[in-house]
């Protein structure tokens, strides 16, 4: 059975969220009052979360629980974009980019690769 495509975006911005804190699953899981094994189910949009904990899960990570849920019109666009192998990792590591302009070079170099062109003049 394929998770619900709600279930599987608010899934994937608790993900994002966490990696972007450099949180791991035990971490959220603890402060949050839920198991990681509970948690990472959430994350792959497998279980269905509770107003509840998606509330506690909301305040582990320093969001409001309208983050978590997004905007439906693009939640099915959001999971299929984060569930590509290596975006979650990738969001983390711009995220961890400290400068604008290692942030903005970044961009440059994916969308030159997005569009099959060399991302530096040759």
């Known amino acids: 059975m394929s ?12 993900r994002v969220q966490r ?9 959220v899981a603890a402060a949050a009052g839920c198991s990681y094994q ?9 279980n269905r979360i509770t107003v509840s904990a998606l509330a506690g899960l909301a305040g582990a990570l320093g969001v409001s629980v309208t983050t978590l849920i997004g ?3 693009t939640a099915a666009q959001v999971h299929a974009a984060l569930m590509q192998p290596g975006a979650p990792e990738m969001l ?15 961009l440059r170099l994916v ?3 997005s569009r099959d062109e060399p991302p530096w003049p040759t």
């Open 71 to 73: 905007d439906d019109a």
């Open 92 to 106: 983390a590591a711009f995220s961890a980019l400290e400068r604008a302009d290692d942030r903005a070079l970044l």
């Open 19 to 27: 990696l972007h804190l450099g949180l791991t699953l035990q971490d």
């Open 3 to 14: 998770a619900d495509p709600i279930d599987a975006a608010i899934g994937a911005r608790l």
């Open 111 to 113: 969308d030159a690769l």
């Open 38 to 46: 509970q948690l990472q189910r959430y994350e792959q949009g497998q």
